[in-house]
Every structure is written in structure tokens, then in C-alpha cells.
């Protein structure tokens, strides 16, 4: 089966750090603590992976971020990404090809991964059960450093 990985863009950005820089590619673009270990922990066991943003929903690694915003999947927000929005990107980037999806996000954004992968023959969120994003982030560590998947092998 062909794997991918969709990992959370996060409330930190490159912009906070750097208010004066530009456009950077999507990879580089996050740089909060989560980000970095579900990137590393993506980079590690999985290869392809997609950074899931309310904003701009499924972004490349070489997908530039133009700047700055503050937005979080939440129900009924009208600036938020929609399910239809999400389903022609899999299509226009290739996303569909892959059907074995571990998506390590919270619980929030279960139910709208749902709806788009559905077509994937496996769905996995690694991280679901976890008592907030303190425990993802020792859980992500020890996978990483133990060189241990938490998903189950395809």
C-alpha cells in the first residue's frame, strides 16, 4: 500500500520569529514544537508526506505560504477549508494515489480526515487518545527516538 503522512501546520510561524520574511515553502513555513516532531517523525518511518492548514488545506512541502495567519479547523467557520475543497486538492496534487493514510492531528480534525480519505483502504490517527498535545509530543519523542512507528505496519 502507499503510504502517506498528514501532519498539523501549527499556531507557530516562520512570521513570528521573522516578521519581515516573505513567501516560504510550506516545509519551512511552521515551526512550532508539534510540527517539528510530527515532521521529523513523517521524514522518519512514512517518506511522502502533506501538512494539513484550515487555511490552505493540503500543502506540498514546496507549496509556498504567502504569510501569517491564525486559523484552526472549527465548525461553521466560514474561512475554513470545506471537505469539497479538500477532495478536489487530492486530486489536483496527486493525493489520491496513496491508500494508506496515518494522519497525526487531534481529535478535531478526525472527522473532516474521515470524509476526504474515505476512499483510503486504511486510516490511522496515531495520536488519537492522547491527554492533550503535551502527551503527542512525548509520544512522538519516544517513537522517534526508540525508531518505533506508532502506526501498525500496511
Not at 516545509?27 to 502533506?50: D, M, N, P, S
Not at 488545506?57 to 501569517?68: A, I, K, M, R, T
Request: hydrophobic share 35%.
Amino acid at each position: 500500500m502507499e503510504k502517506l503522512c498528514v501532519i498539523p501546520c501549527g499556531k507557530r510561524k516562520i512570521w513570528d520569529k521573522y516578521p519581515d520574511k516573505g513567501a516560504v515553502r510550506a516545509e519551512e513555513a511552521y515551526i512550532g514544537v508539534l510540527r517539528q516532531l510530527t515532521l521529523g517523525y513523517a521524514k522518519k518511518f512514512i517518506k511522502e508526506w502533506v501538512t494539513i492548514s484550515a487555511k490552505h488545506g493540503f500543502l506540498l512541502p514546496s507549496d509556498l505560504v504567502q504569510e501569517n495567519y491564525d486559523l484552526t479547523f472549527q465548525p461553521n467557520n466560514p474561512e475554513v477549508v470545506t471537505v469539497n475543497q479538500l477532495k478536489y486538492q487530492l486530486q489536483e496534487k496527486k493525493l489520491d494515489q496513496y491508500d494508506h493514510i496515518i494522519i497525526l492531528t487531534g481529535k478535531k480534525y478526525q472527522k473532516t480526515m474521515e470524509k476526504v480519505f474515505d476512499h483510503a483502504k486504511l486510516v490511522e490517527f496515531p495520536l488519537l487518545g492522547t491527554k492533550g498535545i503535551g502527551d503527542m509530543q512525548n509520544l512522538l519523542k519516544e517513537s522517534i527516538n526508540k525508531n518505533q512507528p506508532l502506526h501498525k505496519k500496511g
